[in-house]
């Protein structure tokens, strides 16, 4: 009886380890530093850009610069991703890849986030965790991060975040400018994110063949 419970948790884990690998991405919009796009495993992904913009196979944000309408991204087969892709739209001007980090080109305004109608909108195609984002020159209490229009905990903030909040496919990830803190200006130089991949149906296929040869087994002990 051990030796068959052994063996159930085993093909449970296996099916659970290779159902759910993790996969971290980290987006960078700081000129001066390579990579200024996506980037896993410290190796700059290529994303192809549509909508708003007509190009392909970038490895960078730059193209988006005066950019004003939602443009969509995506990046090919990446660590156990099969495809990622999603949106990011600008708010209250164009977007702007500064030297230093990305912001909003609004009319009269400076070239990063100076004002609360100011603000970039992501959303992904899969569920994804935010785990980190730096600030270039941040302001006291001016930096917001939203989830589907509601800022997180913590938010406005007055340096770096980092931590855990979830993403479900099709929501809004958001960075803003509090309007109580209007006075200074910042940047984002980089954000990171986690995405659990889920197999190919092939792949997922045969681990539940698997499954089913393994309770044949056991059944037959």
Do not use: C, H
Not at 20 to 38: H, Q, V, Y
Not at 52 to 64: D, H, I, K, P, Y
Request: proline share 3%.
């Amino acid at each position: 009886m051990k030796t068959k419970t052994l063996l159930l948790i085993a093909a449970l884990g296996l099916v659970s380890v290779n159902s759910w690998a993790e996969t971290i991405l980290s987006f960078g919009f700081d000129n001066n530093t390579e990579p200024n796009g996506i980037q896993y495993l410290g190796a700059d992904q290529d994303i192809e850009f549509t909508g708003g913009v007509v190009a392909s196979n970038q490895t960078n944000f730059n193209l988006l610069d005066g950019i004003s309408t939602t443009v969509n991204f995506s990046i090919g087969a990446v660590g156990d991703l099969t495809g990622f892709s999603g949106t990011i739209s600008p708010v209250g001007g164009d977007f702007y890849m500064g030297a230093s980090g990305g912001g909003i080109d609004g009319a009269g305004s400076s070239d990063y986030f100076d004002d609360a109608s100011e603000g970039w909108i992501f959303t992904f195609d899969q569920d994804v965790t935010l785990q980190a984002v730096n600030f270039y020159a941040p302001d006291d209490d001016q930096q917001t991060i939203l989830v589907n229009g509601s800022p997180i905990s913590g938010s406005p903030f007055s340096d770096d975040f980092s931590g855990a909040i979830s993403v479900n496919s099709g929501d809004t990830l958001s960075f803003g400018y509090d309007s109580g803190g209007e006075g200074g200006t910042f940047g984002i130089d980089d954000f990171t994110i986690s995405v659990s991949a889920i197999p190919e149906p092939s792949a997922a296929a045969l681990l539940l063949l698997g499954m089913g040869f393994l309770f044949r087994f056991l059944r037959k002990k």
